[in-house]
């Protein structure tokens, strides 16, 4: 099986029932050989506590420690229990299945795409990819090498969209290095704090803030859930404590957690670099801190975020209509706090889509991760779409 997720519509107190796959709930159907998770997204992993403790799950090591990492602070959604790893292009075979990862470029840290092989069919699964992110050379690796003889593509088409609805001139957003400018250039702007609300466990736009910071003059702060997900990569590569102008910034929430689970390591270990509130009111242009959205509020109240910095939302803007985010821009709106949207989706364009089909060459294409369907037969030749539960042969 390919993937567990939770729909991300589904409210947090509902049962989402697991797909009718025999020996996924109870573990007794020897035909289940496991569950191969492409990406940290809860969209993609969310059901894996009500599968069968015995059957095995694969999925990148990475991945799997920032989801541990990540529910220290955030118990939402599961564990990403492993019995094997993902590497790129490294073949796992799984009963009668080869199935070989490609490391893709996502808004997850550690997200594959999967070539599933078994006699002449040969299924290739995008799992959520993009051609604009920091690792875009992945997206480009693949369509200069593609898989051979891909009969079935299961692709994903978070950006597809009917063309009668797509009205020009069509906004991409960009991609990660438009993001880095754009950020840069309100970081110089800006006289007083600037604050990115952002994702802690999109790795990419922790180095896109970072890059953008340090061209701005500006030292980045991050909280504890963003040094912890960017240790739990194990890559040396991405900002963390001991890089040049990396602090830390502990919002209220999280010395609670500390104290009262009695970590105090997590604290002291950051000690030297850490910066208080007062620190940020001395010198607030000096400092870039990237966190959720759901600390800004206590910037604001501490007097650190006044009229004179800003506030970079850098996720999807449709956040910013739910009531969290409503009761945030009223908080900014009434301490004269400007917002200024800097952002990229995590999904690929229909362009990248359309030159990712035209490498690949697949047998068929099956839009799958999408809510435009039948609109994939306007864009992708060989398009063949297949209803929820139901069975085909690939
Ligand atoms: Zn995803």
């Not at 602070?73 to 790893?85: D, E, N, Q, V």
């Not at 070989?100 to 594959?112: G, M, Q």
């Not at 990115?196 to 030292?219: H, M």
């Not at 910034?249 to 010395?255: A, I, S």
């Amino acid at each position: 099986m390919l993937d567990a997720g939770r729909p991300l519509w589904a409210r947090h107190d509902e049962h989402v029932p697991l797909p009718a796959v025999p020996g996924l709930e109870d573990g007794d159907d020897p035909s289940l050989l496991g569950v191969v998770v492409s990406h940290p997204h809860l969209d993609h992993y969310g059901l894996l506590d009500q599968v069968h403790p015995s059957v095995p799950v694969y999925a990148g090591a990475a991945a799997s420690s920032i989801v541990g990492a990540a529910r220290w602070f955030s118990p939402r959604g599961p564990a990403l229990r492993t019995a094997g790893h993902l590497r790129d292009g490294e073949s796992l075979q799984l009963g009668p299945f080869r199935i070989t990862p490609y490391l893709v470029d996502h808004s997850a840290f550690d997200s594959y795409a999967l070539v599933v092989e078994h006699g002449d069919s040969r299924l290739m699964y995008t799992g959520d990819l993009r051609g604009h992110g920091r690792k875009s050379r992945l997206f480009e690796r693949m369509i200069a090498q593609p898989p051979a003889g891909v009969t079935t593509l299961l692709m994903e088409g978070t950006q597809v969209r009917p063309a009668s609805e797509v009205t020009p001139p069509l906004h991409l957003g960009g991609s990660e290095s438009d993001v880095e400018e754009a950020m840069a250039a309100t970081f110089r702007a800006t006289p007083g704090l600037a604050v990115v609300a952002g994702s802690p466990q999109n790795v990419d736009r922790l180095v896109t803030t970072y890059r953008a910071a340090r061209r701005a003059g500006r030292t980045l702060l991050v909280d504890l859930y963003g040094v912890a997900v960017a240790r739990a990569t194990g890559r040396s590569t991405i900002p963390q404590p001991g890089f040049p102008a990396f602090g830390v910034w502990v919002p209220r929430r999280q010395r609670v957690l500390v104290k009262e689970r009695a970590e105090f390591e997590r604290i002291a270990e950051v000690r030297s670099i850490r910066v208080f509130p007062e620190g940020l009111a001395e010198r607030p242009g000096g400092y870039v801190v990237f966190t959720s959205s759901s600390s800004v509020a206590e910037l604001v109240h501490c007097s650190a975020l006044t009229r004179h910095g800003v506030v970079v939302w850098s996720m999807w803007s449709g956040y910013l209509q739910e009531p969290s985010g409503v009761r945030l821009r009223d908080l900014l709106a009434g301490a004269g706090v400007p917002m200024v949207e800097h952002h990229t989706s995590g999904h690929a364009s229909v362009t990248d889509l359309k030159r990712l089909v035209d490498a690949v060459k697949p047998g068929r294409v099956v839009p799958i991760h999408t809510d435009a369907a039948d609109a994939f037969g306007e864009y992708f030749p060989r398009a063949n779409v297949h209803e929820d539960g139901e069975w085909w042969a690939a």
